[in-house]
């Protein structure tokens, strides 16, 4: 299909240009017979769903501390990818799949986010199609489950519901069909995190709260903003993890 071609190319040359220690790095492009193939860094360890499945299975409660350290290089990713210009002019990267399973982290603690090959940029030849849905629902922003336009806010919010499952090993929006999920989305209908988790740090709570919040407008505006949140209390309430 020449248009997903096109697309393919197009976002493998934004996705190139994004060279961060955080971002799985894309290293070439190529053509085998008509197939078109990407050449991408290996990231040698799990991804977090496999990690965190793995520790429900253990009866293990994944560290609050670990969940807020994991936030925080997801975070400093999409500060830099978000920023991304060429020429002076912002090229409007978003992530689209902030999910678990794009978050790989390496036998040696390193925390990379992965697939920007969705994102989408207004410079892109190929606009997706209006109303066309990408990225997992259980980690969409309301504006993406209605295939409104988006914009970093949504990254946000998604990160928002990565946090909200690594503090309670439970879905935000859980619901029986996926459907029934979708529309939960779409109303950020999110069952409040405090219910989910009694005893939860008050100061998580309203970090995962305010990035949830259905009108973009009352969302932390950029991942940086988040970023010195979640920082703050990593700092204050919890002994400092990192990648060690």
């Known amino acids: 299909d020449p248009q997903f071609r096109n697309m393919f190319i197009d976002e493998a040359h934004i996705s190139m240009s994004l060279q961060h220690s ?13 197939r078109f193939f990407l050449v991408m860094e290996l990231v040698d360890g799990w991804d977090l769903e496999r990690i965190l499945q793995r520790a ?27 920023a991304k210009s060429r020429g002076g002019k912002p090229l409007g990267i978003v992530h689209r799949d902030i999910s678990p399973n794009n978050v790989l982290i390496s036998e040696q603690g390193e ?73 939960r989305v779409q109303k950020a209908d999110v069952t409040p ?16 709260t305010r990035a949830m919040r259905l009108a973009p407008a009352e969302r932390y505006q950029t991942a940086d903003e988040m970023l010195a949140d979640v920082e703050r209390v990593l700092r204050t309430d919890f002994q400092s993890a990192g990648q060690t």
Do not use: W
Request: aromatic share 6%; proline share 5%; with cysteine.
């Open 193 to 208: 995190i405090e219910k989910v988790k009694p005893g939860l740090s008050p100061a998580v709570a309203a970090i995962v």
């Open 22 to 34: 955080n971002i799985v790095q894309v290293l070439d492009l190529g053509v085998a017979g008509s």
């Open 111 to 183: 925390i990379k986010l992965a697939d920007f090959g969705i994102a989408k940029a207004q410079r892109k030849r190929e606009q997706t199609a209006a109303g066309v849905i990408k990225g997992k629902v259980a980690y969409m922003s309301p504006e993406q489950a209605t295939g409104t336009a988006i914009d970093k806010r949504s990254d946000v919010f998604s990160v928002g519901s990565l946090l909200y499952r690594m503090m309670t090993n439970a879905l935000p929006f859980d619901a029986p069909t996926d459907l029934e999920q979708l529309l």
């Open 56 to 82: 429900h299975g253990a009866g293990v409660v994944f560290p609050p501390a670990l969940a807020l350290y994991v936030v925080t290089v997801v975070c400093r990713a999409l500060a830099y990818a978000h």
